[in-house]
């Protein structure tokens, strides 16, 4: 598996049922919350800060999305994207990268073309059957629960780097 990792540049991530745990709270109002994992931004910064780049592609959209990439400092995010091909495809034009550069987690159906066609799939443990099945690695945690960490850490060890990170934070 290190194999497929050592040269990833970039992580490309569902949000719903990958980022969070795949649950819609509306407010009375109609408004909609999310809920992400702290833990999962750690290892999106941690990614970033050794060059790895980070991407959404979500089938929904919603203004919390928009505040969670902002916040992480995501430039790269398709929301609305029901044919997640069309954006993957977008996202190699804008960045130059190639299939063998580029990771990708996902949870359902919509994110197999995807999946299929990168260097490294990934899929959080309560993925679809059918998604695990393709997926080159199932996280033990659960989406919106550890999942994405999971992964980066992963990308981070494949890559060669955990042992600057565990220095950096003294482990």
């Not at 899929?123 to 393709?134: C, S």
């Amino acid at each position: 598996m290190n194999e497929k990792l050592a040269d990833i540049r970039l992580l490309l991530l569902d949000v719903d049922g990958v980022m969070t745990d795949g649950g819609i709270i509306y407010d009375v109002n109609g408004v909609e919350t999310k809920v992400f994992n702290v833990k999962d931004g750690h290892g999106i910064k941690m990614l970033q800060r050794y060059g790895i780049e980070v991407g959404i592609i979500t089938g929904r959209t919603s203004p919390v999305v928009d505040f969670r990439a902002k916040e992480l400092g995501i430039e790269l995010l398709y929301q609305g994207a029901l044919k997640k091909l069309d954006s993957y495809l977008d996202v190699k034009q804008k960045t130059g990268l190639i299939d063998s550069q580029i990771a990708y987690m996902g949870d359902d159906v919509i994110d197999v073309p995807v999946m299929q066609r990168v260097i490294f799939s990934a899929a959080p443990a309560d993925a679809l059957v059918e998604v695990r099945n393709i997926a080159n690695y199932v996280t033990c945690l659960a989406g919106g629960r550890g999942a994405v960490r999971e992964v980066c850490d992963l990308i981070l060890k494949g890559r060669g780097l955990w042992d600057d990170v565990a220095t950096r934070y003294e482990l």
